[in-house]
Structure formats: structure tokens, C-alpha cells
């Protein structure tokens, strides 16, 4: 059977071995040093397992034989300070594990030694008091490590990871999702599984990244690309892209680098030529240019750092998009699609109203009106439907973001038509479902598939994971 030595220098001892005899008395042997009758008094009659000694916790030699015996644990419960300092100091030539009680915010002769594991009351009641606090991420400090490896935290309506997996998570911060709680019930984790607002949490990982993770779940408007990855990222084929096309592009990549708030633009060169505009660009520490002398197929050389790097958006134009559009649909990226017109002059954000997993997209949208500061335009392109629900809904999210810049307009004319007599607008638009030839779309024309026929215009595409009741 296990032993145990307790010494009991603390009021709050009383309740400790009251709680042992309650529940606990049948694991091991407790022998309990005391000097104070009072936090005994009750428990003094004999009982099975239960020891107790009345030595001065400074007479050493009284119970020194006590600390030589095979002890599993050793617990110092003493509140006197220099007290507790000397049991703890005699305590440690013990090869016994000791659980040292820390009362008091100075106490600086800990002895360093693996055998000694401390319990802060300070810090422990501290935490209590700050997982009180609204808004505040859940650490379970008495599980594991007790290090705050272990957090559980809600997920807002408005947060980027809303409507996300958990892979995007645990790829990107080497961590583990290992429980959602959804209205109150455990749900089962699957590779189909979404994340929805109001979902809470419980990640594993190092402690550090748990709170950079909280940040970034928590967070309001202006957090894009993340939850996608933290890199804008530029592919260019010198061979098969003219001078024109590629300072397009370099403008448009410097541009949204300046606006969003990615931690480095990467460029990826395959067949370079010589071109001296990237000369300048090599002197700033978050822009990378990165040449390849071996990759020279650029559907090959885009999938390859997809994988390899943290990529949050994905820069490319009409002609490479078209051409690997199942591809792009696939890597499930943010794609900025280069259009005609400079993305500099764009007045702003364009978006076709439709309901077909618009929610899932929406605190993308704002992030991006407000991060490029141009406003937010709602267009509703069918006349028979007022769209409620969704405009409601869309109205409840600008008010939960304090995000003012932003109309609801409708028209009774074709969508696309109507958009190309205009000028400088970016669109937006989910990017779900796999990609059709732009003959069907002619054909058989579908509102989401709108950005196949509105080319001159700069368009964000954004992905979307579907859930697991989805088809």
C-alpha cells in the first residue's frame, strides 16, 4: 500500500484530512506530523491508515526518521514561513516526492531538484479569479503539465476560424483540436467536421502557441489571411508571362501586402528571365523571392509550396486561373484573381446576394472591406426574393463588428450584365463548388458561377469546407 507523510502546519489542513477520511482513506497510509491539536482534535481517534505524530516541525531529530522511510509522497502543508522553509530544507535529501505548499508571493530558497513540485496558492488563486473574467481563455492548469497546455475557448460568431475545420487549426499551429462542444453536447470529431460559431474548443498544445491561437480566434475584423495561413503568396512564370502582365501583377501583390495584415508576400520565380524590377524588392525582410531553376511547370511548382509554405492567399490572373482552375479549386486557398482593371482604383466590394453558404464567408467579406478600406456594396440580383433572412443576418454581423461602410442595393437586371457597364469594383465570392466550363455557365447560368463571365474585374474567391450533412 502507498505511504503518505503529510505535515499539517496550516488551518486549511483540517479540511484536507477530513477529505481523506471521507474519500480517500483506503488508497494508502497516512502519517500526519502536526503541532497544533486544534487542526487534529476531530480525527485523533484511531482509524485505520491514519498516523498522527505531535513533533515542532523545528526538532528535526524527532521525526528525521520519518523522512528516511519509503514514503510515496511527502507533502509540507506548513503556512509559517521560515517554518516551512526549514521542514522543506531538511525534506530534500529525501528521495520521496514532495509536494512543497507555497503561501506566500516571496519565497525564493526553492531548492532546485526534480523531486520537489510546488503548489502556488498565489498564482493558483489568481488564475481562479481571471477565468472568471469574460472573454478570457480556460487553461487547465491542474491536468497535465499544468502548464497551460490544455485550453478550451468559444468561438465567436464573428472569429475566422468560424465555419473552418479543425485541420485548419492544427496544421497551421501545431496543435490538437481534441473536443467541440456544441450546445452543451460532446461532438465527434471527423475529417468532414466544421467548426461554428459559438462552438468551444478544447485545444492541446505548447502553451505559448495557445495563447497566440486564443488572440487569433478572439479576434475581431483584421486578422485576414489568417485563418487561411499567414503568407500572400505570387507565382510567376517568366516564360509565358510578358513584362506587362508580370509588373500587373508585382502591383497588385505590393498593394494587398500593404493592406492586409500577412507576415510576408513570397514570390515564386519559375523559368526566370533577367528583369530588373525585382532587384529592389530584395532589401525588405518580409518580402521573399524565391527562384527555381528546377521546377519549370507551374501547376507542379504551385502545389509544392502550398504544401511547404503558410500560404493565406494566392495571387494569380485571368489566363493561369482559367487554365488550372481545378487546381486553385483544390488547394483550397483564397485566390485573388488579377483582373483588368488596378486593384488601387477599386471603389468597392462587390457582392452578389445569394444565400448559398454565404454565412460561412461573411467575416471574411468585412475583414477584407475593412483591411482594404473600401466599402462593402450588398447586391440582391433577384427580384422575387427579398433575401430576409440573410440580410437580416448580414445586418446583425456589420452591428457585431461596429462596420458602418456598407449598402444594400438590388436590381431587377441581369447581375452580370449590369456589373459589366460598371468600373473599378472588386467582387467577392465563394469559392465552393468545383469548378464548370464557362459554355454552361453561358448556358445554364448560376449566380455563384458569376466570376467566370465578369473577368475584368478583380475578384476574391474564397473557399468554403463543407459540413458534414452536406452532400
Known amino acids: 500500500m502507498n505511504k503518505i507523510l503529510i505535515f499539517a502546519g496550516a488551518k486549511e489542513a483540517k479540511l484536507l484530512i477530513k477529505k481523506i477520511i471521507n474519500y480517500h482513506l483506503n488508497i494508502a497510509e497516512f502519517h500526519i506530523i502536526y503541532e497544533d491539536e486544534d487542526i487534529v482534535k476531530e480525527y485523533k481517534e484511531k482509524k485505520e491508515n491514519l498516523y498522527f505524530y505531535k513533533i515542532d516541525f523545528l526538532a528535526y531529530d524527532f521525526y528525521k ?22 521542514v522543506l530544507n531538511k525534506a530534500k535529501f529525501s528521495k520521496s516526492p514532495i509536494l512543497f505548499v507555497k503561501f506566500w508571493l516571496e519565497f525564493e530558497n526553492i531548492p532546485q531538484k526534480n523531486n ?15 477565468d472568471f473574467l469574460p472573454g478570457i481563455p480556460l487553461f487547465a492548469r491542474d491536468i497535465g503539465l499544468g502548464a497551460g497546455e490544455i485550453m478550451e475557448v468559444e468561438v465567436p460568431i464573428f472569429s475566422p476560424f468560424a465555419y473552418k475545420s479543425p485541420s ?3 496544421d497551421r499551429y501545431n496543435v490538437k483540436v481534441a473536443a467541440i462542444y456544441r450546445q452543451n453536447e460532446l461532438k465527434e470529431i471527423s475529417k468532414n467536421t466544421t467548426i461554428l460559431p459559438n462552438d468551444k474548443l478544447i485545444i492541446i498544445g505548447n502553451p505559448q502557441t495557445l495563447k497566440e491561437l486564443y488572440n487569433q480566434i478572439r479576434k475581431n475584423i483584421g486578422s485576414f489571411p489568417q485563418p487561411y495561413g499567414q503568407n500572400i503568396y505570387l507565382l510567376l512564370d517568366m516564360k509565358k508571362m510578358d513584362k506587362k502582365e ?25 523559368n526566370p528571365t533577367l528583369n530588373t524590377k525585382f532587384y529592389k524588392l530584395y532589401k525588405f525582410p518580409d518580402i521573399d523571392i524565391n527562384t ?29 486561373f482559367d487554365k488550372y482552375i481545378k487546381t486553385f479549386y483544390k488547394i483550397k486557398k483564397p485566390i485573388f484573381k488579377k483582373g483588368e482593371e488596378s486593384i488601387k482604383k477599386c471603389k468597392n466590394l462587390t457582392v452578389i446576394l445569394h444565400e448559398n453558404n454565404f454565412k460561412k464567408i461573411a467575416s471574411t467579406i468585412f475583414d477584407l472591406s475593412y483591411q482594404l478600406g473600401i466599402k462593402l456594396r450588398i447586391l440582391n440580383a433577384d427580384p422575387e426574393n427579398s433575401n430576409t433572412e440573410i440580410v437580416e443576418y448580414i445586418k446583425h454581423l456589420a452591428k457585431l463588428f461596429n462596420f458602418k461602410n456598407i449598402e444594400f442595393t438590388s436590381t431587377k437586371e441581369n447581375p452580370i450584365i449590369k456589373l459589366n457597364k460598371e468600373k473599378n469594383i472588386c467582387l467577392v465570392e465563394t469559392f465552393e463548388k468545383p469548378p464548370i466550363s464557362k459554355i454552361k455557365q453561358i448556358l445554364i447560368p448560376k449566380i455563384e458561377y458569376s466570376y467566370l463571365l465578369l473577368k475584368k474585374f478583380n475578384q476574391f474567391l474564397i473557399p468554403v469546407i463543407k459540413e458534414e450533412n452536406e452532400s
Open 65 to 86: 526518521n520519518l523522512l528516511y522511510k519509503d514514503f510515496n509522497k511527502i507533502i509540507i502543508f506548513i503556512k509559517n514561513k521560515k517554518k516551512a522553509e526549514f
Open 116 to 130: 520537489i513540485e510546488i503548489l502556488d496558492v498565489p498564482e493558483i488563486i489568481t488564475n481562479k479569479v481571471i
Open 168 to 170: 485548419y487549426i492544427e
Open 246 to 270: 508580370i509588373s500587373s501583377l508585382l502591383k497588385a501583390a505590393l498593394f494587398l501586402h500593404r493592406k492586409l495584415k500577412n507576415k510576408k508576400l513570397i514570390i515564386s520565380i519559375i
Open 292 to 320: 527555381d531553376y528546377f521546377i519549370s511547370d507551374y501547376k507542379e511548382k504551385l502545389i509544392q509550396d502550398i504544401n511547404q509554405l503558410n500560404v493565406g492567399l494566392v495571387i494569380t490572373n485571368n489566363y493561369f
